[in-house]
């Protein structure tokens, strides 16, 4: 079976998202802990580090979602080879 160049874009562009979206997780995961491990300074307000965490999290789903359309263009790429491998004559 000959892999063509669509093949390949579409296995790019999965892995590209899954990577990128592991990043952004992680990123958000580390500040989060970050901010977990932090002393509250009396004198600060709260309502800062609570916006922190909520952009943390709002980070932490955008990379999920991103790993989800990953995992999906992934799939995609599968039936797409499958669909080529049934067409070509053997």
């Known amino acids: ?30 500040q989060m802990e970050v901010l977990r491990q932090s002393t509250h300074d009396p004198k600060a307000m709260i309502f ?3 916006v922190r965490f909520v952009r943390l999290v709002q980070l932490s789903r955008f990379g999920m ?13 599968a039936v797409h080879a499958r669909r080529i491998q049934k067409q070509s004559p053997s």
């Open 1 to 30: 079976m000959t892999v063509t160049k669509q093949s390949r874009v579409f296995d790019a562009v999965s892995v590209g998202l899954v990577l990128i979206g592991v990043a952004c997780y992680l990123w958000a995961y580390i």
């Open 48 to 50: 800062a580090g609570y």
């Open 65 to 77: 979602g991103l790993i989800a359309v990953g995992v999906m263009v992934g799939i995609g790429a």
